[in-house]
């Protein structure tokens, strides 16, 4: 099948009955980066799901985020629209009240006859992020650490005192939301999966529209708890320790320093008392328990009805520095916080199991899903549908783009990362020879030309900052968002 019959066959399914049109399932897990069996970021890590989701469908092995965190990353990818467009650019800004024309991934399905189902963290995660009105039903996020969690910030969540044993890393006064270790239930117990319960319960189900179902799972985000078996898969002698070269900063601009430093002391603790290896370790076992869980969903999709018919997608919002470049965290332009994984498993898909080397990133997947779907050409996207490399491994791509607080962006091709900061710092790298990002090569002049070729991508403005939480009277009741006055 060719491409133009393989879309004039999805047109036509979409025009004359509606049944026919795909389900849509996407999975999201949180801060996971290339530690995955099939992207090759950590040799021995055990994600036998969702390398067998990439066998199965394709595998964007140079997918990037559209901003290295949560909140920006999400609302780039649900609206279609970039950190440069939106004004959306951290974790503090409610994207509802500052975009009120915009029709979100999920509300445009909806719109489009599908029933939309959500459950977990798909957009940000406190309150105010999730509006109900985006979906027919949802179910919001069960979070492993009530205790940890702001009254304010998750009405919902039942507050509960800390249980004995907290921290559960053994470490004291270490702050909460960088904890680690086992907790003191079952594995059915954890949080993430409630939200796998209602993808399960709902693929049981007879539907008479198509649907499109979102499950986001927490892990492998901070706090790193996960069940023991999952600690058990990476014994503390084997846990290999990412290279961080003492001099590695050394070559990069103040604005990537000064990110990089973002809760060095997290890290340094960790280091000077002698628990970095089991951090790591624990960041190991919640990608494993997160693939678990994600593979208790694809066996639910599999025994259903909707086995053939249904597009999966599954995803990172952003990747997690595990000691590189002095950092541990994400919020940075370089590889560690950009590179996610993507993987795309579509009916009628083409040369499924070879992965794809062009990059792309994580706002193509709004047209995309438009594409695959069938549903009206949404013309007001920042991305580009990747209907036409999901058919032809070959298709050409134009680089993908990541920015991170205004006026900072990464532009990312097959070889190249280029960097430049709001002060004109740059960084250049050959990610081919240097794959660590190890060797900045901007200042060289013999990379004069290809700065300025890759700088045409970065966005030639960038919308100022909508306002902030603070900046509202927010009821969670009513879902109402009132800017105070003189904001
Ligand atoms: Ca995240």
Same mark, same amino acid.
């Given at each position: ?95 509802? /009240? ?143 320790? /990412? ?223 909508? /306002? ?20």
């Amino acid at each position: 099948m060719t491409r133009r019959q393989f879309l004039a066959t999805a047109a036509a399914g979409a025009a004359s009955a509606k049944e026919s049109r795909p389900n849509v399932l996407f999975i999201s897990v949180d801060d996971m980066n290339d530690w995955v069996g099939c992207l090759g970021g950590y040799p021995g890590v055990q994600t036998p799901n969702i390398d067998r989701l990439a066998r199965r469908g394709v595998l964007f092995a140079n997918a990037h985020c559209a901003s290295p965190l949560c909140n920006p990353s999400r609302t780039a990818l649900y609206t279609g629209l970039g950190p440069a467009t939106s004004g959306i650019y951290n974790n503090e800004q409610f994207w509802r /009240p500052a975009l009120p024309d915009v029709v979100t991934m999920p509300a445009y399905f909806k719109r489009n006859g599908y029933h939309v189902a959500g459950a977990g963290k798909v957009l940000h995660h406190t309150s105010g992020f999730n509006p109900p009105d985006q979906w027919n039903e949802f179910k919001l996020q069960v979070f492993d650490d009530p205790w940890y969690r702001r009254a304010e910030w998750y009405p919902w969540n039942q507050k509960i005192p800390a249980p004995p044993g907290h921290p559960f890393n053994g470490m004291k006064d270490f702050p909460g939301e960088f904890d680690w270790g086992v907790l003191p239930r079952t594995e059915g117990e954890y949080g993430d999966m409630r939200a796998i319960d209602f993808g399960v319960e709902f693929l049981n189900r007879r539907l008479d529209k198509p649907f499109f179902l979102a499950v986001g799972l927490w892990h492998p985000h901070i706090p790193l708890f996960a069940p023991q078996n999952y600690f058990d898969l990476y014994p503390d002698s084997k846990v290999k320790l /990412p290279e961080s070269p003492e001099d590695d900063l050394d070559d990069v601009p103040a604005i990537g320093r000064q990110w990089a430093a973002a809760r060095r002391e997290e890290l340094n603790r960790m280091v000077r008392e002698g628990k970095y290896r089991d951090a790591v370790r624990a960041y190991l076992a919640c990608i494993s328990f997160a693939d678990a869980m994600i593979g208790r969903l694809l066996a639910a999709l599999d025994r259903s009805p909707y086995a053939k018919n249904t597009a999966v997608v599954f995803f990172s919002d952003n990747g997690w520095h595990l000691g590189e470049k002095k950092h541990w965290h994400k919020s940075t332009l370089w590889q560690r916080s950009t590179h996610v994984p993507l993987i795309i498993r579509a009916p009628g898909g083409r040369a499924a199991g070879r992965a794809r080397k062009q990059p792309v990133s994580l706002i193509d997947l709004y047209p995309t899903m438009v594409d695959l779907c069938g549903l009206p050409k949404k013309t007001d996207l920042d991305g580009e549908s990747l209907v036409s490399l999901l058919h032809d491994p070959g298709a050409k791509r134009k680089p993908a783009v990541t920015t991170y607080l205004p006026g900072n962006h990464a532009v990312r091709t097959e070889r190249w990362r280029y960097i430049r900061y709001r002060d004109g710092g740059e960084e250049l790298y050959d990610c081919l020879g240097d794959p660590n990002e190890y060797r900045n090569l901007a200042s060289d002049p013999r990379h004069d030309g290809l700065k300025k070729e890759l700088a045409a991508w970065m966005p030639k403005t960038s919308a100022p900052p909508k /306002p902030v939480r603070n900046d509202y009277d927010f009821d969670f009741e009513r879902y109402t968002y009132k800017l105070k006055a003189g904001r």
